[in-house]
């Protein structure tokens, strides 16, 4: 099988700016994804390994799969330099193909689904390696907040900042805001709040937790950028 990702073009400019070896420093990720020493976790769509490192730190036992196998090489020298005992896999996230059938009791996709083409085959494939009852985090950009039309306004009174959105019913692949970011990527597929609920119920994943946290910016503090989960598999 041969695999490629828009990240296999910018996978060294994407580990620069993420931070070359860096271990992810995110409190409400590790607020949601808990205690996990002793636990087997499957990081999807890992990259160059900063949540599988984090994980690995806390005690988990950690394979990650992606499908840019230069980013995968990246993550792989990082565990060369600092060994954790991450296992790296070069897969298809709405596969997962090689992860078998109820073999983690926790899976992560941290900032990634917006990329990944069909969501229901993804969480379908989540839900098939995750032991009964296992747990899935995930995090993305907001879909409220983040759709194909959004600006910003400066109030002519107070200089305050606001958000603005449109074409948020508009579901499919559009031009991110990484897009913007030369060389950095690449385009990302909106979809609506309901999709994603709806897409974890039919996949057998039941929502425990949301987190919407603030960020210190003038836009970001007044909505929220990202948009977290904690869901439970129903089996």
């Known amino acids: 099988m041969t695999l490629s990702s828009a990240y296999d073009d910018v996978a060294d400019d994407y580990d620069e700016w993420v931070g070359a070896g860096a271990v992810l420093d995110d409190p409400t990720f590790a607020e949601l994804v ?9 990081v999807v769509a890992c990259g160059q390994g900063r949540e599988a490192r984090y994980l690995a730190t806390q005690g988990a036992d950690v394979t990650g799969l992606d499908a840019s196998g230069n980013l995968l090489a990246i993550a792989r020298q990082h ?16 596969t997962l193909d090689g992860l078998a059938d109820e073999s983690f009791d926790g899976a992560v996709c941290h900032m990634a689904l917006m990329d ?4 229901a085959a993804a969480l379908g494939s989540v839900a098939r390696i995750l032991r009964p009852h ?21 109030d002519h009174v107070d200089q305050s900042v606001r958000r603005t959105v449109g074409r948020y019913f508009a579901e499919g692949y559009w031009d991110g805001p990484g ?10 597929y909106h979809r609506t709040l309901s999709t994603y609920v709806n897409t974890l119920t039919a996949a057998g994943l039941t929502i425990d937790r949301m987190a919407e946290p603030s960020l210190d910016t003038p836009v970001w503090r007044e909505v929220p950028c990202l948009l977290y989960l904690r869901a439970h598999c129903t089996t």
Do not use: M
């Open 79 to 94: 565990e060369e330099t600092d060994p954790l005992g991450i296992v790296y896999h070069h897969g298809d996230a709405h």
């Open 179 to 188: 897009k913007h970011r030369n060389p950095l990527p690449v385009g990302a």
């Open 134 to 154: 296992g747990w899935f985090v995930l995090s993305i950009t907001h879909p409220c907040f983040k759709t194909p039309a959004t600006g910003e306004i400066v």
């Open 34 to 42: 808990g205690d996990v020493a002793g636990q087997k976790v499957a």
């Open 116 to 119: 990944i083409p069909d969501l």
